[in-house]
């Protein structure tokens, strides 16, 4: 099983090779309520550590997600283009957003283990 690596952000990535998947925590869906819109930046965009990577909108606002470590957008869950709210049902599992062709897996230490990131909350 791969570990999950959190941000101070409310982004998750779990890295599997030299791909990563990245979406929000539940309490990052919980916050934003109903969701309606997901969208990521093109597929082989390079995205830099902590830079926008892509949209969620809700009924309340919208939200950048950004990029818990850089590199190249990989892919994006296709399925929320048609259930965007499967976010809010199942964020760290169905609901990923995109993944990443990693560029430094190195970024990943400076980011928030599970305890570390609910004792943020």
């Given at each position: 099983?791969?570990?999950?690596?959190?941000?101070k952000?409310h982004?998750?990535?779990r890295?599997d090779?030299?791909?990563?998947?990245?979406?929000?925590?539940?309490?990052?869906?919980d916050?934003?309520?109903e969701?309606?819109?997901?969208?990521?930046?093109?597929?082989?965009?390079e995205i830099g550590q902590g830079?926008?990577a892509?949209?969620?909108?809700?009924?309340?606002a919208a939200?950048?997600?950004y990029a818990p470590?850089?590199?190249?957008i990989?892919g994006?869950?296709?399925?929320?283009?048609?259930?965007?709210?499967?976010?809010?049902?199942d964020?760290?599992?169905?609901?990923w957003?995109?993944k990443?062709?990693?560029?430094?897996?190195s970024q990943?230490e400076?980011?928030l283990d599970?305890a570390?990131?609910?004792?943020?909350l």
């Amino acid at each position: 099983m791969s570990t999950t690596y959190y941000t101070k952000s409310h982004e998750w990535v779990r890295l599997d090779g030299d791909i990563a998947t990245v979406g929000i925590t539940a309490h990052a869906a919980d916050e934003l309520g109903e969701l309606v819109f997901v969208e990521a930046k093109d597929e082989g965009t390079e995205i830099g550590q902590g830079e926008p990577a892509a949209v969620v909108e809700s009924v309340k606002a919208a939200s950048d997600i950004y990029a818990p470590i850089a590199g190249a957008i990989a892919g994006f869950n296709a399925k929320l283009s048609e259930e965007p709210n499967l976010i809010g049902q199942d964020p760290e599992g169905e609901g990923w957003i995109f993944k990443l062709k990693v560029g430094d897996s190195s970024q990943l230490e400076g980011l928030l283990d599970e305890a570390a990131y609910k004792a943020s909350l």
